[in-house]
């Protein structure tokens, strides 16, 4: 797979991490440093569109974990991609060059920040949509929930709207229900801690 392919996702992303609620992160990269001084985080994707040339990434669930000691932008970050078990080769390749920001666009970034791949695993990867909950599921591994936070009208989430976040700019503002990580040596659990829910639209290169 060539890094020069053209490729696009659409779709949705679930993030809960250590900071306490609203993480700080979200707003800069590097302006404001994560509540507990490091970012510790799991985020699962839905591609709802996808392609990558003639790959066709749509439908597929993703499971990313970061590890960041301090501030984000200065880099030095640990990842790890999990990707749904259903995947064939090609799109596992085509995914492993976007997340590992080889492909270009928006998640090149991820070339520079991330010292440390972990590297890709295949499994039964879950992502559901129930209203305000948001539901993120890899058997032994990941055991996520987030409720959107909302404000006086409880059928609205609070939303973050025209934001510089790399990852899109509308985020809605979530906490999590139940957040628990085991794998790649990590032990985590973040529940009642800050969480996120962004659309996406990413494209390269």
Known sequence: MAATEPWHIRGELMMSCNCTVFC?????????????????????????????GEVDLSGIAIGLILDVPGRLARGNWTAGLY????????????????????????????????????????????????GNLRRFTI???????????????????????????????VITVAESVKSRFRGFGRNWDFRGKSAEIVPLDWRGP
């Open 83 to 130: 990707i749904d078990e259903s995947a064939d080769v090609y799109q596992v390749k085509a995914l492993t060059q976007i997340f590992s920001g080889r492909a270009g666009g928006t998640t090149a970034l991820l070339s520079i920040l991330v010292g440390r791949f972990l590297g890709v695993v295949q499994e039964q990867v879950r992502y559901e949509i129930d």
């Open 139 to 169: 058997p032994k591994i990941i055991d996520g929930e987030l409720r959107a936070v909302t404000g006086p009208d409880k059928a609205k989430p609070t939303r973050i709207e025209n934001s510089s976040y790399w990852i899109g700019p």
């Open 24 to 52: 700080p992160c979200v707003i800069s990269l590097g302006k404001h440093p994560p509540t507990e001084g490091d970012c510790l985080a799991w985020a699962g994707i839905l591609i709802e569109d996808g392609r990558s």
